[in-house]
């Protein structure tokens, strides 16, 4: 007699734990595979997880088993026209060659690489792992404006939307209980009275059973004046204020859009800030952004047109600067907020805005914010960089400068700019 | 006949499979198929790769090589280069076969016949399973190794228990006793085994390894090898003898272990197992379609299902891989039955004392008494060959081109039988390594032998990563010497030095 059972409602992921194992010691392989697909993705093509590559050899698992040499036979079907005794000369790739290997390929063309997926989450991990946005402090107010509520047990008094209605009925049976008790004592002596006269044969009784029950029946509707519920058995829930720290960061995001940045440059200074833009998407769950773009003048964007949107000019970076600190003044007061910049630029500025630009960071940003990060994408220094370079020796915690050549430089300049630093 | 189709749609449903089940177990029983009551459990896709990676085991223990091959698998499945099989089926009892919810109704007939009535009489019946493997016990007994494997990584850490399973995995295929049979016990009693063998291992080792001479060693005295014989269960040996070894170590190379040998038997009779249960899900069919319970629909999908399961692409096509175990094994108990039935001249030489005979006695006996190696050798008739047009290719490395050596002919067929006898011979296409001595008194390196057969070398590279983990596992020196007919080492692989001396 067999049994049969429906399985499919069990869950399929058996292979969860073995799975994660097989990342686990792959993890440097694969974290090589992801930095360098993300020097050849589009800029749009972030999203998506990926093919992971791993050499086959890495991967195998050894047995013992024969070389190529030696005297061996092999039986194949489907002979066509040979006959005993023919000769012919040893096929390239070996046909000869034992099929007894398992995983070895024997179709001719071997099978070099092993090849699986990773979803997002885990491409995005593998990406941004040990990294963290540096100098992130709970800002820890004494005049905190920042609450959340918290439940703490409950009241007899509050507005109506906060009445708990369990609480409240139990409270109001607890009352009913109490309140009735004399009255149901009463009621049980009566009606066993009632039906000691009921059973006995005599029937002289009847005026007497009448009596008590109309007492009974008096009883009864005196209980049923007992309200149901009263004011005085509402409960409902307290929820008190408590003050929040707050850690909330803003990452103000600067790029030169100027006639000097090549299309290049661009499209390496884009795939920086989407790298940073998806490492604080991902790690921070109240982080805001700010995008400004520059040329002679700055102007806050949006996501999309700080992307993809043209312009062309000259190059003043002192007043995506000014902007930066008049936004940050404005909207983001450092006693609530974490402030970070990156700004992005090959490097390229009126020399007469260079000292503007010295001042502007060193006396309206930097007290201001955690930590200003910049990257320069040129293959030589420019003047900003010479300019920035005695900010760096002043401020090393809280300001850091990276050159980036070409597009492979980005993922490595962006781990430096925010690897997780040890104490 | 009157009688009604069991159904005739193309869905399936539970009442259904009931049904088709208990028709085609009376049928069964009809033919004297013996078999462990049947869990049929239905399952999806996913759940089948998952079933994959675990090398068809309800539950096993957690490493990464099982996630690497759901990986594999799960990347060819959804890239659509890989097809999932219609059903695994699992030696134990209650047989356990899992059925693809995908299948049509026809397909889950056909794999009730296969899986539950095929296989299962195959595991219940073959004298290999019967000797080898313990059906009650091997659910209990992965659970428990399981479960002491998951201890293991909590007290001792995920990556000791990795390295240690890495090495064991290496020696698998060495880690079974082809001769010797273990006797069977439960689950339960293996548990107070384990505890037991602690105290007991221990002690014993320290025995071997004691370093303090108990009288005065005459150096003339020739020196005993240890072991006194070779010893082909290299894990067995490893974990009765390594002598630095924690107990839990020598507890899961028992559990791998033993695992290999369970897998054993199902190694060596591939060819077998297959084609029996394709000759009875064929026959079954049949049956029910003789006897009408299905319809020409039914048949007809039913057929060609089968044609692709027993498909053999000739050695010229670019799908060839080998022989399909399949086809070879419904070819040849197809073909007992022809003999048994309609004996020609040819099978009344060849075959003297099966033509003629009962046909259903003699495939039982075909199928209980025999393993791949023995089965082609006794019973691959002269007919199948031509059938067949199986040819044999000579590949000396010492000529420069390669001889046919025979064909389906007359002259032939003998030579051809033996040596396709000889490609499902496991002693044959495993290198044969067993170990030879340990220095018990000097550095305790350990020495393993590999008998070379017909010239065949190792495969250098894969045998230093397999020396390394049997390093680990033994904890001092290992030295291979590839040893040919002659006696003379020609290879020799040691742990100590970097490169192999030719």
């Known amino acids: 007699m067999s049994i049969i059972i429906d399985r499919r409602l069990n869950s399929g992921k058996k292979s969860t734990v073995n799975r994660q194992r097989f990342l686990r010691r792959y993890k440097n392989t694969i974290k090589e595979s992801v930095q360098e697909q993300i020097n050849n993705r589009s800029i749009t093509d972030m999203e998506h997880g990926t093919d992971i590559t791993i050499p086959r050899k890495d991967v195998s698992e050894p047995v013992f088993h024969h070389g190529d040499d030696g005297q061996r036979q092999r039986v194949h079907p489907g002979n066509k026209e040979f006959h005993s005794g023919d000769r012919f000369k040893r096929p390239e790739g070996g046909e000869g060659q034992g099929s007894g290997e398992g995983e070895a390929s024997n179709q001719g063309s071997g099978i070099d690489d092993f090849v699986f997926q990773i979803n997002r989450d885990e491409f995005l991990q593998y990406l941004f792992e040990d990294l963290e946005l540096p100098n992130l402090i709970k800002k820890e107010l004494m005049n905190s404006t920042e609450y959340s509520l918290k439940r703490a047990g409950f009241t007899t008094a509050g507005s109506p939307d906060r009445l708990n209605v369990i609480r409240s009925l139990r409270a109001a049976h607890a009352r009913r209980i109490a309140l009735s008790g004399k009255e149901r004592l009463a009621i049980r002596e009566l009606k066993r009275e009632l039906r000691e006269l009921e059973v006995q044969p005599d029937q002289d009784n009847k005026e007497k059973e009448e009596q008590l029950r109309v007492q009974i029946a008096e009883l009864n509707k005196k209980l049923r004046r007992l309200p149901f519920i009263d004011d005085f058995d509402l409960r409902f829930n307290s929820l008190v204020k408590v003050p929040q720290p707050s850690s909330k960061a803003v990452m103000i995001c600067v790029m030169d859009v100027s006639g000097s940045m090549t299309r290049e440059i661009k499209d390496i200074a884009k795939r920086f800030f989407l790298l940073l833009y998806l490492f604080l998407e991902r790690n921070y769950e109240a982080t805001e952004v700010v995008f400004i773009r520059h040329h002679t003048e700055a102007r806050e964007c949006n996501e999309h047109d700080f992307f993809y949107a043209r312009e062309t000019g000259g190059t003043i970076v002192s007043s995506a600067l000014v902007l930066a600190s008049q936004i940050i003044q404005d909207r983001y007061p450092p006693s609530k907020w974490n402030v970070y910049i990156a700004q992005a630029s090959d490097g390229d500025n009126w020399d007469s805005d260079n000292k503007l630009c010295h001042d502007a960071i060193t006396q309206k940003i930097l007290p201001l914010v955690q930590y200003f990060a910049y990257v320069e994408i040129a293959n030589r220094h420019q003047n900003l960089w010479h300019t920035y370079k005695d900010i760096e020796k002043n401020y090393s915690e809280q300001f850091s400068q990276q050159q980036i050549h070409d597009q492979s430089g980005i993922y490595p300049v962006f781990r430096r700019l925010f690897e997780k630093k040890v104490e | ?502």
């Open chain 2, 1 to 502: 006949m009157t009688r009604q189709y069991l159904s005739t749609g193309s869905e399936w449903t539970f009442e259904l499979l009931d049904t088709y089940d208990r028709a085609i177990g009376q049928l069964a029983e009809k033919f004297e198929l013996d078999t462990y009551p049947n869990q049929i459990e239905v399952i999806n896709s996913e759940q089948m790769i998952d079933a994959y990676a675990s090398v068809g085991m309800p539950l096993m223990y957690h490493h990464w090589s099982f996630g690497k091959k759901f990986l594999t698998n799960q990347q060819s499945y959804q890239r659509g280069r890989m097809g999932l099989a219609y059903e695994i089926v699992i030696n134990s009892n209650p047989c356990i076969a899992y059925l693809m919810e995908e299948n049509t109704m026809t397909m889950q007939a056909l794999v009730i016949a296969h899986a539950c009535y095929g296989h299962n009489s195959f595991f219940k019946g073959n004298y290999l399973f019967r000797q080898w493997t313990n059906a009650d016990s091997i659910v209990d007994y992965l659970l428990f190794a399981r479960n002491y494997i998951y201890q293991c990584e909590e007290k001792y850490g995920v990556d000791a228990v990795e390295e240690l399973l890495d090495a064991c995995h290496a020696l698998m295929n060495q880690g079974v006793n082809r001769y010797m049979r273990p006797s069977a016990i439960s689950a339960e009693m293996e548990k107070n085994q384990a505890r037991e063998r602690e105290e007991y291992i221990q002690r014993n080792i320290n025995d071997l390894w004691r370093t303090v001479p108990t009288r005065k060693e005459d150096p003339a005295k020739v020196r005993k090898r240890f072991p006194a014989e070779p010893e082909e269960n290299i894990l067995y040996f490893v974990e009765k003898n390594a002598p630095l070894l924690k107990t839990w170590q020598r507890e899961l190379i028992r559990i791998v272990r033993k695992i290999a040998q369970y897998f054993y038997p199902q190694r060596q009779t591939q060819v077998m197992n297959e084609g029996w249960a394709s000759f009875w899900h064929f026959t079954l069919m049949h049956q029910l379609y003789r006897e009408g319970l299905i319809n020409e629909g039914y048949i007809l999908e039913f057929l060609h299902s089968h044609s692709s399961v027993v498909f053999q692409p000739d050695f010229d096509d670019p799908r060839y891989s080998g022989i399909n175990p399949y086809t070879l094994g419904f070819n040849i108990f197809r073909d007992i039955r022809r003999i048994c039935e309609h004996p020609t001249q040819e099978d009344k030489v060849w075959f003297p004392d099966i033509a003629g005979s009962d046909w259903l006695k003699t495939l039982h006996h075909a199928m209980a008494q025999y393993k791949d190696e023995s089965f082609i050798l006794q019973f691959l008739s002269p007919k199948v060959m031509r059938d067949m047009r199986l040819f044999c290719i000579d590949d000396d490395d010492r000529q420069s081109f390669l001889e046919v050596s025979a064909i389906h002919d007359e002259t032939g067929y003998r030579a051809l039988r033996e040596s396709l006898s000889n490609q499902y011979n496991l002693g044959n296409l495993e290198p044969n390594i067993q170990v030879y001595d340990v220095d018990v008194r000097g550095d305790r390196s350990l020495t393993l032998i590999h008998t070379m057969h017909k010239g065949q070398n190792l495969h250098s590279d894969t045998a230093m990563e397999i020396l390394k983990h049997l390093h680990l596992l033994w904890g001092f020196d290992v030295k291979l010497n590839s040893v040919n007919s002659k006696g003379e080492i020609e290879h020799s692989y040691c742990t100590s030095e970097t490169k192999s001396v030719a």
